[in-house]
T-cell receptor, first 113, second 110 residues
Framework: KQEVTQIPAALSVPEGENLVLNCSFT??????LQWFRQDPGKGLTSLLL?????REQTSGRLNASLDKSSGRSTLYIAASQPGDSATYLC????????????FGEGTQLTVNP | DAGVTQSPTHLIKTRGQQVTLRCSPI?????VSWYQQVLGQGPQFIFQ???????GRGNFPDRFSARQFPNYSSELNVNALLLGDSALYLC?????????FGSGTRLTVV
């Protein structure tokens, strides 16, 4: 059974800081990994999708890396802004179980002005 | 292109009642999945449908059921509601890979 862990559970940083969010998974037989952002009480916004054959993806100030063999992914946020405050969720798609996603519990990020 | 739309946005039901949640996927997306998110936790997989066929089911009781229609929209039904069913219910659609989520339906059971 796939288990996804996100560390830290919560993070508070001053504006402008570069930061790293961590995601680990127990079964390396993944199809892809997706990072989402969730604002309080809202749905999920997809940030980055990494296929299992890829090592990283970049979008603006965001960079996500994937190391399948070690079961890890990181989300790097450069020059953080107060508008980045949200919960960040990591989800893995399994090869063996079709397309279902297994989520971590998220990292709650607060960027202080 | 419209995103994934879910209705209603909020719902309050009494224990023992039944509820139906609705989802319209992005045009061209044939796969629809349902997730339950309890406050403070990550979403948990409930069902996946592709071309009207059930492709996967998570660890949820038989009180939960779903279906997909010929236009690829989907309904999630929950019978005999319990207080513990209070959650944000999320629908996601997919074409090839990667998921787009709707804004969810907030269900409160009292």
């Amino acid at each position: 059974k796939q288990e996804v862990t996100q560390i830290p559970a919560a993070l508070s940083v001053p504006e402008g800081e570069n930061l790293v969010l961590n995601c680990s998974f127990t079964d390396s037989a993944i199809y892809n990994l997706q990072w989402f952002r969730q604002d309080p009480g809202k749905g999920l916004t997809s940030l980055l999708l990494i296929q299992s054959s890829q090592r990283e993806q970049t979008s603006g100030r965001l960079n996500a890396s994937l190391d399948k063999s070690s079961g890890r992914s990181t989300l790097y946020i450069a020059a953080s802004q107060p508008g980045d405050s949200a919960t960040y969720l990591c989800a893995v798609g399994q090869e063996t179980s079709g397309s279902r996603l297994t989520f971590g519990e998220g990292t709650q990020l607060t960027v202080n002005p | 292109d419209a995103g994934v739309t879910q209705s209603p946005t909020h719902l309050i039901k009494t224990r023992g009642q039944q509820v139906t949640l609705r989802c319209s996927p992005i045009s061209g997306h044939k796969s629809v999945s349902w997730y339950q998110q309890v406050l403070g936790q990550g979403p948990q997989f409930i069902f996946q449908y592709y071309e009207k066929e059930e492709r996967g089911r998570g660890n949820f009781p038989d009180r939960f059921s779903a279906r997909q229609f010929p236009n690829y929209s989907s309904e999630l039904n929950v019978n005999a509601l319990l207080l513990g069913d209070s959650a944000l219910y999320l629908c996601a659609s997919s074409r090839d890979y990667g998921y787009t989520f709707g804004s969810g339906t907030r269900l409160t059971v009292v």
